[in-house]
């Protein structure tokens, strides 16, 4: 206690309460050290030798030195000055006993002396009280005087080992070998932990590389990746349609995941995965033909990532397209059109059913197997292009749809009209039977008039007039314009010219299915400058009024031909010297009759023409009435002159009237002659 | 019709960026616009029946009102009023040499979309005729005052317009001539919402600003921004048939406020000063 040391005051620089965080402390490292990817067992080794090579050697040596100088300071003058303490505090306790002792003795004696004593242990007990207040603080508040009570709070004075006694050599020795020990043991398991994970890390990288590589690949092929607006967290690539219905637009979204060895998965959720379209089979008779299967279906690297978000597009597209295909079936249900669960039946004509369907391509294969079904048919892949390219054309709309001004905000919300797919087509083919009906039945009648030897003009047809670029309109600025064409009601014109000049006819037929009137109307327009009263039927619905129309011109054509004919003159047979050119008069043109009128009022001779789409017939008889006009029973045929007939085409068995006519105009002007002779 | 509106300030540097963004949110490509806007005053026509004031003691309270109603929409309000012709870049006089071409950098990637076809040579000699410009007149209201809702909200109503000189027409209505100006910006449609980011433009000045809307256009490079810094205007609209209707109106507002959720990183779009817009004339 002699000597003086000096008591710190301050309190212990306090622990800090918990130690940094893991992620603090990689922080700190990165900062001073770098990044944990370069640190390799050789560069350690090099920056050990490194710290050792500039430092070691000196500062070993002061180390040992240090050590040394303590060593010997330690054994001889630290135990002198302890065993010289302890008998310090010896020689003061025994003195303080004796004290206290003599006091005692002294104290029935002395009063005085005995206040004095007992003052002075009431402090020593105040202040061992104090003391020890800082650790039993109910125990010791017991003893303490309440003055001390009042100055001092508990607990304001503490005791401390200064200078702890040396410990025992072998003490030292133990607790240096189990320090090292653990240190030994801690340092393993931390380098086996290092280890551990910087394979792991190692792992990582390498499939971290993969992943991101692969994500930049589908990136720069021009696929849109973004996050995921679902999972903050996850990457997501875009492959469907903008303008698509809500539903599959926003289906067209699958988040691009990362298996364990960092290849690519691509996660669509809960929808299939296999790939799925829509097959067009067209039932003609007996014979099903069926749409090709969608070319990019089923390549080679069936595996690949940019395949597999190519399959996953196409399929949104084709489950898109039959949902559409449905939806619009529903509203023609008017045209008999039927709708099952996946199945929609159009029935074109009695011959002839279209059936689309959404299959697996698993089933497309098998399906083409059996029941003799036939692959490649124009029509079906016709029909199964038009429907994907219409529905491309209505995505394009719906941009276009969507880019305007909005109208003003309502509560009703506007209907989304169907698309236009299947009526176009169903359009063309409704057009394309009326257009080859009316192509037969004109070669037909028009065979049959060159059989019978006149020379008409030969008839022209212009299918599909309003699809083909006049040369006059511009080019169509964009796509959209071509494919818009298809959606007008479908035109195709026929004109011909006839016998007698500056006759025609010009029949047009329209076929509409998207908006009012629906069906095919036939605009049939006639001129024929010789029958005046002659007025074109306008529009016609049915095939058999076209075909009347057509056959009643062409027979009145042929009627004003023959009267226009100059037969040659003729002797008669009183008046030799007179010679009278003669022609058949077209009396009822409409009826196909004409007259030859004869000086003698019975010999009047007259002609009936029919004509019908395989046949013309001719027929002259004698009418006994004055003049030769009168129709029916009116006409009063002539019982006894046998009726001439003439028919055209002549049948390879021969003409029941046992003559032949190379042509009609032979037998007119054979006809005439002989009405004369 | 109501017209529901959120306002934000883009700075230059910023527009070009923005108009990227947009393109993204909306999926479209921006559509450049070109407006001439005439502003016309009403005018109170001399002769005008001023209905009587007060002495509507005799007459019963109803048709006292009826009466004071007609009175007000005679005479109450009287407002300035925009008529909006579209101009195209060929309109303008053209600038010594180089016309002016659409930034063809705004032309986003990753949208194919078929570029308009290069203006024809014979265009370069196109002429701007104001007898057939395309006119629509623009009513606006002052914003309702004291909404509790976070968009701008105003009646508004447009009407076409005869094509050509408009003066004599909004002369014999009532309207008299202010001044015009120019807006040019980009128009983007986000489902119900139109986004146009655009600023004003000045006519060139110097020359005496005319009593009559003008019949020719100056060079488009002449005309200077009203901001002198040229920062743009962001405007998110939204249009709604019946205003009293509280739930089209709410849902209307949902829309606008989560198109400002959407933009809060690049921008922050703002009711305005309610009197900053005050289209009455005093």
Redesign the interface.
């Known amino acids: 206690m002699a000597e003086s040391f000096t008591l710190p005051l301050r309190p212990p620089p306090e622990q800090n309460e918990r130690p940094d965080t893991l992620p603090v402390e990689i922080a700190q490292i990165n900062n001073q050290w770098g990044s944990f990817r370069e640190v390799n067992e050789e560069i350690l080794l090099a920056k050990i030798a490194e710290e050792e090579k500039r430092h070691g050697a000196q500062q070993d040596e002061d180390m040992d030195e240090g050590e040394q100088e303590v060593g010997e300071i330690d054994p001889t003058e630290r135990r002198e000055q302890l065993y010289k303490r302890r008998h310090e505090i010896t020689q003061f306790a025994m003195l303080v006993t004796s004290t206290l002792k003599g006091a005692l003795e002294r104290s029935a004696a002395n009063e005085c002396l005995n206040s004095k004593s007992h003052q002075e242990t009431m402090l020593a007990l105040d202040f061992i009280s104090l003391l020890l207040s800082k650790h039993a603080p109910r125990q010791a508040e017991t003893s303490m005087s309440p003055l001390l009570k009042q100055l001092a709070p508990l607990g304001s004075l503490d005791s401390d080992l200064v200078n702890p006694p040396p410990r025992p050599e072998s003490s030292i020795k133990d607790i240096s070998t189990v320090s090292r020990g653990w240190r030994i043991q801690n340092f393993n398991s931390a380098s086996s932990k290092l280890l551990s994970a910087a394979t792991r890390l190692n792992g990582e990288i390498e499939s971290e590389i993969r992943y991101w590589g692969e994500v930049l690949a589908i990136k720069d092929k ?1 696929w ?1 990746v973004c996050r995921h607006p679902r999972e903050k967290q996850a990457l997501a690539v875009q492959y469907g349609f ?1 303008e698509a219905t809500p539903i599959f637009r926003d289906r067209g979204l699958a988040s691009l995941r990362r298996a364990n060895d960092g290849s690519l998965i691509l996660d669509k959720g809960l929808l299939p995965t296999g790939a799925r379209h829509v097959r067009v089979r067209v039932k003609q008779g007996d014979q099903v033909f069926v749409s090709s299967k969608p070319s990019g279906a089923g390549s080679s690297d069936a595996d690949s990532i940019e395949q597999r978000i190519l399959q996953a597009r196409d399929s949104v597209f084709e489950e898109e397209l039959f949902h559409e295909l449905v939806r619009e079936a529903r509203a023609m249900a008017g045209c008999s059109v039927t709708t099952r669960q996946n199945l929609i039946r159009i029935p074109v004509s009695d011959e002839m059913e279209i059936l689309l369907d959404l299959v697996d391509a698993e089933t497309h294969d098998i399906a083409l197997g059996q029941n003799g079904l036939q692959h490649d048919s124009r029509l079906t892949d016709g029909l199964a292009h038009a429907i994907r390219i219409l529905l491309c054309f209505a995505h394009r709309q719906n ?1 276009r749809r ?5 109208r ?4 009703t919300r506007p209907a989304t009209p169907e698309y236009h797919l299947l009526r176009p087509a169903l359009a063309y083919l409704q057009h394309l039977s009326h257009v080859r009906w009316l192509e037969s039945f004109l070669s037909d009648i028009y065979s049959t008039l060159r059989s019978a030897g006149l020379d008409i003009p030969q008839w022209t047809s212009n299918p599909y007039a309003n699809w083909k670029p006049s040369s006059t309109s511009p080019p169509p ?2 796509l959209e314009g071509l494919v818009e064409k298809f959606l007008r009601p479908i035109e195709s014109v026929f004109s011909g010219k006839l016998l007698t000049s500056r006759g025609s006819f010009t029949v047009t037929v329209r076929t509409n299915l998207s908006s009012l009137p629906f069906g095919t109307l036939y605009d049939v327009s006639l001129d024929l400058p010789t029958v005046p009263d002659l007025r074109s039927p306008g529009r016609l619905g049915l095939k058999d009024d076209v075909e009347t129309a057509i056959t009643h011109l062409l027979l009145l054509d042929l009627v004003s031909t023959i009267s226009s004919k100059t037969l040659p003159a003729v002797r008669d047979g009183q008046n030799a010297n007179v010679s009278k050119e003669q022609t058949w008069d077209a009396v009822y043109p409409h009826l196909g009759e004409l007259l030859l009128p004869n000086t003698n009022p019975e010999k009047h001779k007259k002609m009936k023409v029919a004509l019908s789409r395989h046949e013309i017939t001719l027929t002259t008889y004698i009418v006994r009435s004055i003049d030769g006009i009168g129709r029916g029973t009116c006409e009063r045929r002539s019982h006894n002159a046998a009726a001439h007939l003439c028919k055209f085409p002549q049948s390879s068995v021969g003409a029941p009237s046992g003559q032949e006519y190379p042509s009609v105009m032979d037998f007119v002007v054979a006809e005439a002659t002989e009405g004369h002779s | ?1 109501h017209e529901l509106l959120l306002f934000a300030s883009v700075p230059v540097h910023q527009h070009h960026g923005l108009l990227q963004q947009l393109a993204g949110l909306t ?2 490509q921006p ?1 450049h616009a070109l407006e001439r806007r005439l502003i016309f005053k009403a005018f109170r026509k001399p002769g005008l029946i001023t209905g009587r004031v007060g002495g509507s003691q005799d007459l019963q309270q109803a048709s006292a009102g009826d009466l004071q109603r007609v009175n007000k929409m005679l005479n109450g309000g009287m407002f300035y009023t925009q008529v909006v012709g579209p101009v195209s870049n060929h309109d303008f006089a053209p600038t010594s040499k180089s016309v002016s071409t659409p930034d063809a950098d705004t032309q986003m990637a ?1 949208v194919d979309e ?1 570029k308009p ?1 290069a203006p024809a040579p014979s265009e370069a000699a196109h002429v701007y005729d104001y007898d057939q410009q395309t006119w629509k007149l623009e009513f606006r209201d002052i914003p309702e005052a004291a909404t509790r809702s976070a968009v701008t909200t105003r009646v508004m109503a447009s009407a076409a317009l005869p094509r050509g000189d408009i003066e004599p027409s909004m002369n014999a209505w009532g309207y008299g001539f202010v001044t015009e100006y120019l807006v040019e910006g980009d ?1 983007f ?1 986000h ?4 986004i146009f980011l655009h600023r004003v433009l000045h006519y060139p000045t110097g020359e005496k600003e005319p009593r009559e809307p003008r019949r020719n256009l100056p060079p488009l490079k002449k005309m200077a921004p009203l901001e002198k810094t040229g920062s743009y205007v962001l405007q998110a609209s ?5 205003g009293s ?1 509280q ?2 109106m709410k ?2 507002s949902q829309h606008l406020l989560g198109l400002r959720e959407q933009l809060k990183s690049a921008v922050r779009l703002e009711p305005a000063d309610r009197l900053s817009l005050d289209t009455r004339a005093k």
């Open positions: 021009g849109k903008m941009l969507r880019t305007q001004i909005p003003p905000l309502t509560t600025a964009a | 019709m999926a479209m559509r990753g078929p076809p128009v449609i489902n119900d919402i139109v939204i249009t709604v048939q019946d209707n739930e089209t849902t209307a």
